[in-house]
């Protein structure tokens, strides 16, 4: 494969006013925002919501507006079902008589400033045209673009990923403490919004500590080995730590992030998700089907039981875990159960026609992914300039696509879980693109080739 230079964010032949970028960017942005608010308000602004979870963040919205804080939805107990960020952010206009519109204007809002922060990451480690590719690409993303709008947790959850790789990448180029308290500060309110986002912060933090302590070796400062990790991961518990500790004084069972954890692995580990069309996937019915649920059981203490009856299942077929485990893996690459994957995204409010638009476009964005992930870790090989500064940029966008492999290995694949990877793909994708693009530039054109003077 040809090595292609990729333009750093201070290449000299960038605009140095950056006035340039900033017009183009705005011109993507803004077209973002006309196609998402036009589905909103042609589409969605009066649907009201399908039985999901969208029904437990707007109630639980709705209740934080009136004052009454994380309880369950239809019996007066403790709620955690869902990380609590995205419901706190909907509480903000939760406050009228129809909030439901308005909570989608917000998700809206969150995936609009997606596009924008995506162009600024691809123009962090690959220069302005990998920043404005970056961005058009977000623009018109189905798989980005679809759960805006919904009341659900992708939009802003997203909307965290990529602050945090953005400020992961800030921190790296120059490493401060209040550039270390700004990442924990955003890995702790990422884990609020998923909870499996908090794997973000051990990652981020074990990168970290790799790249200072190298940076030591070449003559950095000491103090930042210690001091920059251990200045991330402290903001970033103590971010989760109000929430955590409220947690664990109110239910009976100990209880960190979220109350779902059983649910999620009782509808993972069944008949249904080890066999046939929903291999690898989550079931709902495995979840009814559960002899002994009760609405009144108190939620740590039905968590706790389904977290058991998953494991005891789990073990009973641990000689079919390969082959779900793999069936996992291809449904998060869109390789298996595609009927499946849509009937959920149908049953999240997602269009059919969408969802089908989503997988081609992954189709086609994840080779290019790969191509761009290939190209910018070689811009960094041995001996070339940059080489630590692209390699440690590489290291911070690979760090979503590990938390989602390792929550597909031990949870199901679904678009859903796959969501938090996708400015990766898209950065990463941008760079291939922005590749070919200066590959074909530096092409000869026919008219500059050099005429003989005479007849031949």
């Known amino acids: 494969m040809q090595d292609v230079q990729i333009e750093s964010e201070a290449d000299p032949r960038a605009d140095p ?23 909103l308000v042609v589409d969605k602004w009066h649907q009201p919501l399908l039985l999901n979870d969208s029904i437990y963040y707007s109630a639980q919205a709705q209740q934080l507006a009136d004052g009454i804080w994380f309880r369950e939805i239809f019996v007066d107990r403790p709620g955690a079902e869902h990380g609590p960020l995205t419901s706190i952010l909907l509480a903000s206009v939760s406050w009228v008589d129809d909030p439901v519109p308005w909570q989608r204007l917000l998700t809206v809002l969150c995936g ?50 990529v602050s ?14 209040a550039s270390a308290a700004l990442v924990g500060l955003l890995a702790g309110l990422a884990a609020l919004a998923r909870s499996e986002l908090a794997l973000l912060t051990p990652a981020v933090v074990v990168l970290l500590a790799a790249a200072m302590w190298r940076a030591t070796a070449a003559g950095g400062r000491a103090w930042r080995v210690f001091t920059v990790p251990a200045v991330v991961g402290v903001v970033s518990l103590a971010t989760v730590a109000p929430w955590v500790g409220f947690n664990l ?42 002899p002994a649920y009760s609405m009144d059981e108190e939620p740590s203490v039905r968590s706790v039981r389904q977290r058991d009856l998953a494991m005891r299942y ?82 911070v966008l690979v760090c979503p ?20 990877m996708e400015p990766t793909v898209v950065v990463f994708a941008a760079v291939a693109l922005a590749a070919a693009v200066e590959r074909r530039a530096d092409r000869p054109q026919p008219g500059d080739l050099v005429r003989p003077a005479g007849p031949v």
């Not at 990448?169 to 120059?174: A, H, S, T, V």
């Not at 979220?258 to 019915?285: Q, R, V």
């Open 164 to 177: 945090v790789l953005l400020a992961a990448i800030g921190l790296l180029d120059r490493p401060t403490i």
């Open 314 to 395: 789990a073990r009973a077929h641990v000689d079919e875990l390969p082959k779900v485990v793999l069936a996992r893996v291809a449904r998060t690459l869109d390789l298996y159960g595609l009927d499946s994957l849509v009937a959920q995204d149908v049953g999240e409010e997602r269009w059919r026609w969408a969802s089908w638009a989503g997988i081609v476009s992954w189709w086609a964005l994840f080779p290019l992914a790969m191509t761009g992930a290939v190209l910018m870790w070689r811009s960094g090989r041995p001996g070339a300039a940059g080489t630590a500064v692209q390699r440690r940029r590489w290291w």
């Open 401 to 420: 696509v590990v938390s989602v492999f390792v929550i597909t290995v031990v949870f199901y694949g679904a678009h859903r879980i796959r969501s938090s």
């Open 112 to 161: 609009i400033a997606t596009v924008a922060l995506i162009g600024l990451l691809g123009r962090r480690v690959g220069g302005e045209r990998v920043g404005l590719i970056a961005a058009s690409i977000a623009a018109v993303y189905p798989n980005l673009w679809m759960n805006d709008g919904l009341v659900m947790s992708e939009s802003v959850s997203v909307l965290m990923v």
């Open 249 to 290: 004084t109110r239910f009976e069972e100990a209880v960190t992030l979220t109350t779902n954890d059983g649910t999620t692995l009782l509808g993972s580990y069944c008949d249904a998700t080890f066999s046939g069309p929903e291999l690898g996937g989550w079931s709902i019915f495995c979840v009814t089907a559960d």
């Open 17 to 39: 006013a950056g006035r340039t970028f900033v017009r183009a960017l705005t011109a993507v942005v803004v077209l973002a925002a006309l196609w998402r608010l036009g589905v």
